[in-house]
C-alpha cells in the first residue's frame, strides 16, 4: 500500500532551514567559520529523510477515524522547581484569578482535595461546634441574645457596669489634658472633648488620692509609653507575644496599680492545661473542647487576707480553680484574656476563650455546690473576659446558665482600641472597672452594686475554710463536676 505523501514539513529540516538562514545573515568575517558546519547541516538532512508515522501504514479508515481525537497537550517549557507548584511556575504567561472559590494552600500545607480546609480551621467550629457541645457554649453577640428569664436582669446590670459602651465621657483627668494636646511626640490625635472629665471631678475619676500630681505624672507616662509601643507592634508586625509583653500587660498592671491595694494580680496561663472535667464534649466525635489561654487575673497569696485564706482551705479541698497545675489550682482565678497578634484570628481567640471561661465558671458552680451555696437566678456568676487582636480589646461576658446543666453564655459587646491616646484611656477605665468589680465587696458604695468577691466568690470560699464542706469532705477529690454529670451518660456510655 502507497504511503501517503507527508502533510507537514519534517522537524530536522524546519530546523536547518532556520540555522541556515540565520548563517546567511551573519557578515562574511563569521560565515567561513560556520561553512562546515552547514555542510555537515546538510548531508545529515540527506541521511535522514522525512520520516513517516507508522500509523500511516494502518488501515486509512482508521487513520482517519483519528483524525478527529484532540490534539495532545503541548509540554510547557517553564521549569519547575520543587519549592513550586505548576500553576506558580505558569503564571506569567497563563495567570489564574484567586478568589474565595479558589484558593491554594502553602507549599508545606497538609490541606488538600482529601482534606478539606474548611474542616481544620478551629476558627469555623467557633460557634457551631461549642453550642452543639455537651454541655453547650453559647457565643455570641449579646444585642440578640435570648437568655433566661432569671438571669437577665442580673446581666444586664454587669453588662452596663462594665461593658465598654458605657465609658463615654470622663475618663482622661482634665490635668492632663494641656500635656496631651501640647506633647509633639504624639503626632495627630482625635480627642474627644467629652473624655475629659470636669476639673473639679478629675479626682474622683482617677482615683489619685492626695498624692495626685505625682500620680497623674506616672498615669499619663504609662499610658504614652503604651500607644508608642502599640504603633511599633503595628508598624513592625509583631507576634502576639510582643503584644503581650509590650500591651496587654502593662495596660492591666496600671488599672490594678490605680484600683486595687494588691488583691489581684495578673498572671499567665499560657502553658496551663484546664483540669478535664470541666471541659465539654463535641457531640460529633466524643472528645473534649479543650483550648488554653493567656491571661488571667489571680487574687495573689501576697495578699495577707488571701494567704491565710488559702492556707485554711488546704486541708478541705484538693483545687480551687479549674487549672490543672500545681500552684494554679490552689488559686481563685477571675476574668480571663486570649491574645493575638494584629494579624491574628479573632474566631479562633473566641474560641478559646469561651472554652477557658467556661470551665472557669464550672469549677466555681462546683464550689458552691459543695457548701450548699444554690446556684439561683440572681447568682453572681458573671465573669468578664477580653479577646485582644492587635489594637482592638473586645470585651466579652460569660455567665453560666442556672439549672445544673454547665451551659454557659459567652457575651460580646463592644471593644475599645490602643490605637490612639483617647482610646488607651478608655480601655484603662473600662479594665479600671473590671478589676474594681473582681475585689468588690458584698455592697460597693457609690451605686456600683455588688462586687464579684463579696457577692459571690468570697462568702463561697470563707466556708470551705470554715469547713462547712465536710459533709463532702470524703468526696472531694472524686466528686464529678457540674459539667461532667451532664457529659457522663451521653459520651462515655456510647
Request: with cysteine.
Amino acid at each position: 500500500m502507497a504511503t501517503p505523501p507527508n502533510s507537514q514539513p519534517s522537524s530536522i529540516t524546519e530546523t536547518n532551514l532556520r540555522v541556515e538562514s540565520w548563517i546567511t545573515q551573519l557578515p562574511p568575517s563569521l560565515t567561513s567559520n560556520l561553512l562546515p558546519a552547514k555542510a555537515a547541516l546538510a548531508e545529515s538532512s540527506q541521511a535522514f529523510p522525512t520520516s513517516t508515522r507508522k500509523r500511516a501504514l494502518s488501515d486509512p479508515t482508521m487513520s482517519m477515524s483519528r483524525d478527529n481525537s484532540p490534539e495532545k497537550r503541548q509540554r510547557l517549557d517553564d521549569s519547575v522547581y520543587p519549592s513550586q507548584s505548576v500553576s506558580t511556575a505558569g503564571s506569567s504567561t497563563h495567570p489564574l484569578s484567586l478568589s474565595r472559590h479558589n484558593t491554594f494552600s502553602p507549599v508545606n500545607s497538609r490541606t488538600g482535595a482529601s482534606t478539606p480546609r474548611r474542616s481544620n480551621s478551629p476558627s469555623r467550629e467557633t460557634i457551631a461546634t461549642l453550642k452543639d457541645a455537651v454541655p453547650p457554649i453559647i457565643t455570641e453577640q449579646y444585642n440578640g441574645a435570648r437568655l433566661p428569664p432569671g438571669i437577665r436582669d442580673t446581666v444586664k446590670t454587669v453588662m452596663r457596669r462594665l461593658g465598654p459602651k458605657q465609658v463615654v465621657e470622663g475618663y482622661i483627668p482634665y490635668a492632663l489634658k494641656g500635656l496631651i494636646t501640647s506633647d509633639a511626640e504624639l503626632g495627630e490625635q482625635d480627642l474627644d472633648n467629652r473624655a475629659f472629665a470636669e476639673p473639679a471631678l478629675h479626682h474622683a475619676d482617677i482615683d489619685l488620692g492626695t498624692e495626685s500630681h505625682a500620680s497623674l505624672q506616672y498615669t499619663w507616662k504609662k499610658v504614652k509609653r503604651i500607644f508608642q509601643r502599640a504603633r511599633t507592634c503595628k508598624e513592625c508586625g509583631c507576634d502576639e507575644n510582643t503584644w503581650s509583653h509590650d500591651i496587654i500587660r502593662p495596660l492591666v498592671k496600671l488599672a490594678l496599680r490605680l484600683s486595687t491595694q494588691g488583691e489581684l494580680r495578673i498572671q499567665s496561663v499560657q502553658s496551663q492545661a484546664i483540669d478535664p472535667p470541666y471541659l465539654s464534649v463535641d457531640k460529633v466525635f466524643k472528645k473534649r473542647l479543650d483550648r488554653k489561654a493567656d491571661f488571667t487575673l489571680l487574687y495573689t497569696h501576697e495578699h495577707p487576707p488571701f494567704e491565710g485564706l488559702y492556707d485554711r482551705m488546704r486541708p478541705y479541698i484538693s483545687s480551687v480553680s479549674h487549672m490543672s497545675d500545681t500552684f494554679t489550682k490552689m488559686r481563685a482565678l477571675f476574668a480571663g484574656i486570649e491574645a493575638k497578634a494584629a494579624d491574628g484570628d479573632k474566631l479562633e481567640a473566641e474560641y478559646q476563650i469561651s472554652i477557658w471561661m467556661a470551665a472557669s465558671l464550672r469549677k466555681k458552680a462546683e464550689l458552691a455546690m459543695l457548701v450548699g451555696l444554690p446556684l439561683t437566678d440572681s447568682t453572681l456568676l458573671i465573669e468578664p473576659a477580653f479577646v485582644v487582636v492587635g489594637h482592638e480589646w473586645y470585651f466579652y461576658l460569660a455567665c453560666l446558665q442556672p439549672g445544673g446543666t454547665g451551659t454557659v453564655h459567652i457575651l460580646a459587646h463592644e471593644s475599645c482600641s490602643t490605637s490612639s491616646i483617647d482610646g488607651i484611656f478608655r480601655l484603662l477605665k473600662v479594665l479600671r472597672n473590671v478589676v474594681e468589680y473582681g475585689v468588690g465587696e458584698a455592697e460597693d458604695g457609690g451605686g456600683d452594686g455588688v462586687g464579684y468577691w463579696g457577692g459571690f466568690l468570697g462568702p463561697t470560699l470563707e466556708r470551705i475554710a470554715h469547713g462547712e464542706a465536710n459533709m463532702a469532705r470524703g468526696r472531694l477529690k472524686s466528686v464529678a463536676t457540674v459539667a461532667d454529670e451532664e457529659i457522663r451518660p451521653r459520651s462515655e456510655g456510647v
